[in-house]
């Protein structure tokens, strides 16, 4: 079945500091990639997406491109800020779904310290 | 701008009990979902629905039943809860597939002692 891996957290990074946070994943086909991200006592919201090989999301200073080969869609930013600590979920969806559904990792923390 | 409205928000109940858990949005979705997060297991799809009279099973089913009736809710059920049934629960929706962006409710704490 499908499966999505993400780095274990907490990442702990000063403020200015760049950001990767890697993300594997395992389907059949071509399946639409994603990040979310959740802030404390919210809900999540998409964060970028790519729906196929070589696109590149991006949304907030915040990047990821869709790796076929190393299936991979690696979060990347520049320079974080405080503002940025959350909790970030890499998720897929594929045709058995229909696209209907998510599959999501487990979620890295991001705390970002001034 | 309602969005993803989720009732109760926090909600403690014995072993055996029942509840439901109501969710309601205002965009017109066609389809919804309700996920589990639990730590260190990111979000687990428990039932969705991808129309009016419409569910289907996700990943974590099992002691969940749900109901759509009306196209703006989405209603999930416990019949009779157990310990294990202590989360966060996760109420979406989305205009169609997830090629569209899925919008997320603030989320639901039970605990089931």
């Known amino acids: 079945g499908d499966s999505v891996t993400q780095m274990e957290g907490p990442v702990t990074l000063s403020e200015e500091a760049f950001l990767t946070i890697n993300c594997t994943y395992t389907a059949t086909g071509y399946p639409s990639l994603f990040w979310y991200v959740q802030y404390p006592g919210e809900g999540l919201q998409l964060l970028l997406k790519a729906t196929k090989a070589d696109d590149k999301g991006s949304n907030k200073g915040f990047e990821a491109t869709y790796r076929k080969e190393t299936t991979s869609f690696h979060l990347e930013k520049g320079s974080v800020q405080v503002s940025d600590s959350a909790v970030y979920f890499c998720a897929l969806s594929d045709r058995n779904s229909g696209y209907s559904t998510l599959t999501f990792g487990k979620g890295t923390m991001l705390l970002v310290s001034p | 701008n309602a969005g993803v409205t989720q009732t109760p928000k926090f909600r403690v109940l014995k072993t055996g009990q029942s509840m439901t858990l109501l969710c309601a949005q205002d965009?017109?979705?066609?389809?919804m979902y309700w996920y589990r997060q639990d730590p260190g297991m990111g979000l687990r799809l428990i039932h969705y629905?991808?129309?009016?009279?419409?569910?289907a099973k996700g990943e974590v089913p099992d002691g969940y039943n749900v109901s759509r009736l009306k196209k703006q809710n989405f209603l999930l059920g416990l019949e009779s809860a157990a310990p294990s049934q202590t989360s966060v629960y996760f109420c979406?929706?989305?205009?169609?597939?997830?090629?569209?962006?899925?919008?997320f409710g603030e989320g639901s704490w039970l605990t089931v002692v």
């Open positions: 965009m017109n979705h066609e389809y």
């Open positions: 629905s991808v129309g009016e009279g419409t569910t």
């Open positions: 979406a929706s989305s205009y169609s597939n997830v090629g569209n962006t899925i919008y």
